[in-house]
Every structure is written in structure tokens, then in C-alpha cells.
């Protein structure tokens, strides 16, 4: 069983458009993230839910919306996509406060 | 804020040690840690650094010196399979978040 699992794996679109990143974690952990890692390998963190419940939001355009409908998922949904938007989006969850991160596989998104 | 600073690349022979040195500024400490993260791959954990000392687990070592703000990811007897790049991470000041450096890229040569 993959312990945290997000789809798609890759995701190829037009400027403009709307799409959604799913993420799901079977490791019973009450924190999600969402992170973004660009071309150059800068893992950042964008959003960070614990119990379905907002933690941090760092400074992303508000085109990216995040929805945690229980604990296990942690959604990615974002407007009107736009060329730098392109990089890869990995999903992780944890323990409250722990430091040991576990990883989804990463989701490609490429925006043309 | 928080900043970290890590080689952006490192070369080291095949059976070799490798050292990756991270030094970092940050307002509350609460522990370094490092992740792997090969191409294509996902970054996953390799160690956590509280207090100061060198924590070992297997061919991985970890060191911390919290007085210099410094800590360092030790390999020891390089395969070509830890050509990756290595992340140190600090805690964010919510705690509710890992805040990366920019990742040292690996390189093992035969």
C-alpha cells in the first residue's frame, strides 16, 4: 500500500486552464502539506493543514486553493494556469510538529 | 526568517566519505534534518538532529552544532546509488511546516 499517494503523476495543459491535484495518506497523520519544487530543485511549502484545518498559507497566489475534505486528503485545485506555474507539486503528510515528512511521488505539472 | 545554506554540488568517488555542510539562521531552534531525494524521485527522510552530537545510522551520519548554527550530513563508503541530491530542513516557526535548503547535488563517480 502507498502510504501517500497523489494523482496525477503528470499533468500537461494550457495556459488558462483549471486543474486539480489529489492527494490522499493511509499513515493515519493529522498534517498535510503541499509542496512546490521548481526546475531548480527549491522544495517550498505553500500549504500546511493539520486536522483539516488551515495552518499555512505562504504567500501563494490565491488561484491555488487547497481542500482538506477529512485527514487522509489534502487537494490542490488551481484557476487560470499560467507558464510558472509549471514545476512539480508533491503532497506529504506527517505527525503535528514532526519532523520526518513522508513524500508522495510528486505530481509534473507542465503548463504550455 | 529562517535561511539555510548548503553546497549547491559536491563530486566524491565511488567507496569515499562525502561531507555536506549546512549552516543556517533562524529565530527558534528546533532540530536540522535531512532528506534524500533522487531524480525523478520523492524526497524522503534520512535523519533528525535535536541536540548537539552526531547521530549515526548505518553508512549515514548526521552531525549538529547548535552554538555555530552548523550541522553536516556524513556518507561513508559512497555507492553509486547515493548520487542524489541532499536537502537539511529546519522546522518553520509554526512548526507545521519544513523549510528546505536549496539542496546539495551528489555526484558519485566510479
Known amino acids: 500500500d502507498t502510504a501517500v499517494s497523489q494523482t496525477p503523476k503528470y499533468l500537461v495543459t494550457q495556459m488558462g486552464n483549471d486543474k486539480s491535484i489529489k492527494c490522499e495518506q493511509n499513515?493515519?497523520?493529522?498534517?498535510m502539506y503541499w509542496y512546490k519544487q521548481d526546475s531548480k530543485k527549491f522544495l517550498k511549502i505553500m500549504f500546511s493543514?493539520?486536522?483539516?484545518?488551515?495552518?499555512i498559507n505562504e504567500t501563494v497566489p490565491n488561484r491555488f486553493s487547497p481542500k482538506s475534505p477529512d485527514k487522509a486528503h489534502l487537494n490542490l485545485h488551481i484557476n487560470s494556469l499560467e507558464l510558472g506555474d509549471s514545476a512539480v507539486y508533491f503532497c506529504?503528510?506527517?505527525?503535528?510538529?514532526?519532523?520526518?515528512?513522508?513524500f508522495g511521488s510528486g505530481t509534473q505539472l507542465s503548463v504550455l | 526568517g529562517q535561511s539555510l545554506e548548503q553546497p549547491s554540488e559536491v563530486t566524491a568517488v565511488e567507496g569515499a566519505i562525502v561531507q555536506i555542510n549546512c549552516t543556517y539562521q533562524?529565530?527558534?531552534?528546533?532540530?536540522l534534518s535531512w532528506y534524500q531525494q533522487h531524480d525523478g524521485g520523492a524526497p524522503t527522510f534520512l535523519s533528525y538532529?535535536?541536540?548537539?552530537g552526531l547521530e549515526e545510522t548505518g553508512r549515514f551520519s548526521s552531525f549538529l552544532s547548535r552554538s555555530d548554527s552548523y550541522g553536516y550530513l556524513l556518507l561513508q563508503e559512497l555507492q553509486m546509488k547515493d548520487s542524489a541530491s541532499y536537502f537539511c530542513?529546519?522546522?518553520?516557526?509554526?512548526?507545521?511546516?519544513?523549510?528546505f535548503g536549496k539542496g546539495t547535488s551528489l555526484l558519485v563517480t566510479p
Open positions: 506529504a503528510s506527517s505527525h503535528p510538529g514532526n519532523e520526518k515528512l513522508f
Open positions: 499513515l493515519g497523520h493529522d498534517t
Open positions: 493543514y493539520n486536522n483539516k484545518e488551515l495552518i
Open positions: 533562524t529565530s527558534g531552534f528546533y532540530g
Open positions: 538532529n535535536a541536540l548537539d
Open positions: 530542513a529546519l522546522p518553520s516557526n509554526s512548526g507545521y511546516a519544513l523549510n
